[in-house]
């Protein structure tokens, strides 16, 4: 007893199709696809992974190494949810490092060396000065047009 899934969901190169044409064929018809190419070009693809699609570990830890991140310690339960700890990129990318020289995580939420899998959940990256741009930006509105 379960749900059966049929059908397919076609693939298109997205710089192979107009906007015109994806609405008149997907979005008035709520028909789903896949747009492929896309993101080809974008910088991310490039330095966030390697050609085989494995994570640039070492572009995270070189470039984010020292902001702090909330992690999940998904071996310790803290009310309805896991105990979160704070920690910096790089000290979570070195966890993540020493569990695959140790043999990786397995089914359970302890991981090859015996400390239990850590998730970086939610990471939201916050610049001090994108902070002051929008603090700049909402009093100048406020001195300027009133609101």
């Given at each position: 007893?379960?749900?059966?899934i ?9 710089k ?7 609405v008149?064929r ?15 070009d ?64 397995s089914?359970?939420?302890?991981e ?5 899998v ?30």
């Open positions: 007893m379960g749900i059966e049929g059908g397919s969901i076609e693939k298109v190169n997205g192979e199709i107009s906007y015109n044409e994806f008149e997907y979005l008035a018809k709520n028909q789903p696809v896949v747009l492929t190419g896309l993101m080809d974008w910088r991310a693809c490039k330095d966030w992974v390697f050609d085989n699609g494995k994570p640039n570990l070492k572009f995270f830890s070189t470039h984010f190494g020292n902001s702090k991140v909330q992690v999940a310690d998904c071996g310790t339960r803290e009310f309805t949810d896991q105990k979160r700890v704070e920690m910096t990129v790089s000290e979570f990318i070195d966890h993540w490092i020493d569990d695959r020289e140790c043999g990786g995580a089914n359970s939420f302890q090859g060396n015996g400390k239990f850590l998730y970086l959940k939610d990471w939201h990256f916050v610049t001090v000065q994108a902070l002051k741009f929008s603090l700049y930006f909402c009093l100048f509105i406020y001195l300027h047009l009133g609101f």
